[in-house]
């Protein structure tokens, strides 16, 4: 079988990509487990850090292009032996300030890719990746679980709302078998910080960690649900190899996390540091209004459970998260 992963560029994508590559196997749109023959990265830019330790694999390919393009699109999804795995989005902080390139991006290339789905003579599964900036407004709770009304405050939240109702419908009429998995914020992304407003919870461990400077700009006290990379990549090919027949009506599933403030995260950090002689970079609050007032909008913690019931594996410790990605990167 085949698999395409959109948004393969990014950190998220090369790292399902090389957990892909380890299993070997996914249940097919046929429901037998399939050998995986082919592994499509597809991405506006992709670099030779995202295909490094790759290339030897015979199974992978990739595509530059547009999301937004229907015909490239189209061209991607040319087996009825496939699985998606639609992780490409523009991010919160681009979203807010690029209203139409976000409907173009965020919503037509997703109506693009149900629609080539829709066209095979099979019924591919595809995995898309929400937010819980999906929440938001005086409606929201402190801990937001999936029965939570949806009420964003970005136009990136909006996005992903549409797009997991669009699952639904595209399920429930049969074209596919979606899955929704809605992220909280994910760390450690390695490399250099990017415009999503979540950015810094990576960076205020990255960079001390790599001996530079962080300039924070949220509170401290500010609180956070977080996942480790590991843990979405396990949890993305459990909702994948969920059976239908358990996933109900809504297949929208909010992703477990565990919830810690930034303060507390230093505070993990420090300890990580200290036991492996790892000398920290300063870390500088340096407020930024624009990225305290997205944040501010978005949930404090999530309920998991739903996911849990269905195979999803419960999240690491945020020490366990530090320790991992030490051990993976540097």
Not at 155 to 173: A, P, Q
Not at 302 to 329: C, E, H, N
Request: with cysteine; proline share 6%.
């Amino acid at each position: 079988m085949k698999v395409v992963i959109t948004g393969g560029g990014g950190f998220l994508g090369n790292q399902l990509a090389r957990q892909l590559i380890k299993r070997g196997e996914l249940t097919a749109p046929s429901g037998q487990v399939t050998v995986i023959d082919e592994i499509l990265l597809f991405d506006t830019h992709l670099s030779d850090a995202a295909k490094s330790g790759l290339e030897d694999h015979p199974q992978m390919s990739w595509v530059t292009g547009d999301i937004s393009d229907r015909d490239q699109v189209s061209s991607l999804i040319d087996r009825d032996d496939i699985s998606v795995f639609h992780l490409a989005s523009m991010v919160s902080g681009e979203c807010e300030v690029r209203f139409d390139d976000a409907l173009n991006i965020n919503l037509d290339g997703q109506r693009h890719l149900l629609e080539a789905c829709r066209a095979r003579a099979s019924t591919p599964r595809l995995v898309f990746t929400s937010s819980i900036a999906a929440f938001g407004g005086e409606v929201m709770p402190e801990t937001v679980s999936d029965s939570t009304k949806r009420t964003p405050q970005t136009t990136y939240g909006m996005t992903k709302v549409i797009g997991e109702l669009l699952i639904n419908d595209y399920s429930r009429k049969g074209f596919i078998d979606g899955r929704s998995a809605r992220l909280p914020t994910i760390i450690i992304r390695p490399g250099k910080p990017n415009t999503a407003a979540s950015s810094f919870a990576s960076g205020v461990l990255r960079e001390p960690l790599a001996g530079q400077t962080c300039e924070l700009p949220v509170d401290r006290a500010q609180l956070m649900p977080i996942l480790g990379y590991r843990d979405v990549i396990n949890s993305f090919i459990a909702l994948h190899e969920a059976k239908p027949d358990v996933l109900g009506d809504d297949r929208a599933y909010g992703l477990p996390s565990i919830q810690h403030s930034v303060a507390e995260m230093i505070e993990n950090l420090e300890e990580a540091a200290a036991s492996r002689n790892i000398t920290l970079g300063p870390i500088i609050d340096s407020p930024d209004e624009t990225i305290r007032r997205i944040v501010a909008t978005w949930p404090t913690a999530t309920d998991g459970a739903r996911a849990l019931k269905i195979g999803v594996p419960p999240p690491s410790t945020l020490m366990q998260i530090i320790d991992t990605y030490i051990d993976d990167f540097m």
